[in-house]
């Protein structure tokens, strides 16, 4: 490229990034600093929960299996695909089997779709638990990381309440009386079992309209968003936390313990 074409090109990039539109949608520079870089991950929310280093040790597919990010991928996947089939089913007990039926038959690649949904939601059930058994194996649920295994159990538990949910929807008989039974091993909890009956079913007795919609909101918009703002929080504490091996970075105290030795005085001899 000759000297003038390069100097056109070099203004012309230069417009743009000096404009105000750019400039409302990047407020920093390009990262060709230190003080870029640290402006560009602190602006970004994707890069500020990626992690800044990662041990070479958790680059190896033999130690992490990718089964975080393959629950995640998973997790992607039920979200597009479970709005695709939002588009065509409504969640009432007289037309909610047929609903199903009708996008499995006359839908263009409906069948293909709900078959990804339905096979995403079992794999990521498996991935999920696979990765809480991968970590449990190599402790990394040991300090300083406890709190974030408590947020993954937590997960472990969104992720088999959107299972069960879900498995309702198709209102047949596997689903209907599935969650019958469900319900009411519910209703045998201490103290407060009816209520919890009640809370999940809609009812006092059975599964009818209010359980599908009940089921209905907490699979397509509670249960997801809930699981989203964790993951969220799951990513961040990850970075936090020094990534998924290696040792743990140092804790409050002992930066602190370490500060005071350094500044504690060295007797000189005589």
């Given at each position: ?20 539109l ?6 920093h ?15 970004n ?17 033999t ?32 037309v909610?089997y ?20 339905r ?9 999920v638990?696979?990765h809480m ?7 990394a ?7 974030n ?5 937590v ?13 309702l ?8 009386w ?16 009816p ?19 009940r ?19 799951h ?8 990534g ?6 140092p804790?409050r ?14 007797a000189?001899?005589?």
């Amino acid at each position: 490229m000759s000297t003038t074409n390069r100097g056109l090109l070099d203004k012309a990039w230069d417009s743009v990034t000096e404009s105000q539109l750019w400039r409302s949608i990047f407020r920093h520079g390009y990262p060709d600093t230190p003080l870029n870089q640290s402006l560009v991950m602190m602006g970004n929310v994707f890069l500020h929960l990626h992690p800044v280093k990662v041990s070479r040790k958790a680059m190896k597919v033999t130690y992490t299996w990718c089964l975080g990010g393959l629950s995640f991928f998973l997790f992607l996947v039920l979200t597009i695909t479970g709005v695709f089939l939002m588009f065509y089913f409504v969640p009432e007990q007289r037309v909610a089997y047929t609903n199903i039926e009708q996008i499995k038959s006359a839908v263009a690649f409906g069948n293909l779709v709900r078959n990804m949904h339905r096979w995403a939601a079992h794999l990521m059930v498996v991935t999920v638990t696979l990765h809480m058994v991968r970590v449990f194996y190599h402790g990394a649920y040991k300090p300083p990381r406890e709190f974030n295994w408590v947020v993954g159990v937590v997960l472990f538990l969104v992720t088999l309440l959107l299972s069960f949910t879900g498995y309702l929807l198709p209102w047949d008989q596997i689903g209907y009386w599935a969650i019958t039974v469900g319900s009411n091993m519910a209703s045998f909890a201490p103290l407060l079992g009816p209520q919890v009956h009640n809370t999940l079913t809609g009812q006092p007795v059975g599964v009818g309209q209010p359980t599908l919609i009940r089921f209905y909101t907490l699979h397509v918009i509670g249960l997801p968003l809930v699981g989203a703002v964790l993951m969220a929080v799951h990513f961040w504490r990850i970075r936090k936390d020094g990534g998924e091996a290696g040792p743990p970075p140092p804790s409050r105290r002992e930066l602190e313990l370490a500060r005071a030795q350094q500044q504690t005085p060295v007797a000189l001899p005589n």
